[in-house]
């Protein structure tokens, strides 16, 4: 199994910027696919971004199609989430996650394994 764990998160104006990272660990060899979801309160949890383990397949949603970029660094087992143009709308709890389909899913029941989420606010 593998361990997520995001960070980055907090609190910032509409049309600012804010990074997330997301560290993996626990499964050697491993080429899961990682994905970022959230979940706004009040909303069920959504797709928001993923990435191969080779970085050559990207799929964002979109709603933050042009204002959200997907990266990972292989060697730091870490993924990273850069967020522009931030809308109020994107306040959530954004969730990392590991999946073993190689093909980039944005399903959520096609993830095995979750963080505990990282809070991000934008405030109006």
């Known amino acids: 199994q593998v361990q997520l764990a995001e960070s980055g998160g907090g609190l910032v104006q509409a049309g600012g910027s804010l990074s997330l990272s997301c560290t993996t660990s626990g499964r050697a060899y491993s080429r899961d696919a990682l994905g970022w979801f959230r979940q706004a309160p009040g909303k069920e949890r959504e797709f928001v971004a993923a990435i191969s383990w080779s970085g050559g397949i990207l799929r964002y949603a979109d709603p933050v199609k042009g204002r959200f970029s997907i990266s990972r660094d292989i060697d730091k087992n870490t993924a990273f989430l850069q967020m522009s143009s931030l809308r109020p709308e994107d306040t959530a709890v954004y969730y990392c996650?590991?999946?073993?389909?190689?093909?980039?899913?944005?399903?959520?029941?096609?993830?095995?394994?979750w963080g505990q989420g990282t809070q991000v606010t934008v405030s109006s």
């Open positions: 996650a590991a999946s073993g389909n190689i093909l980039v899913p944005i399903a959520e029941n096609e993830y095995h394994s």
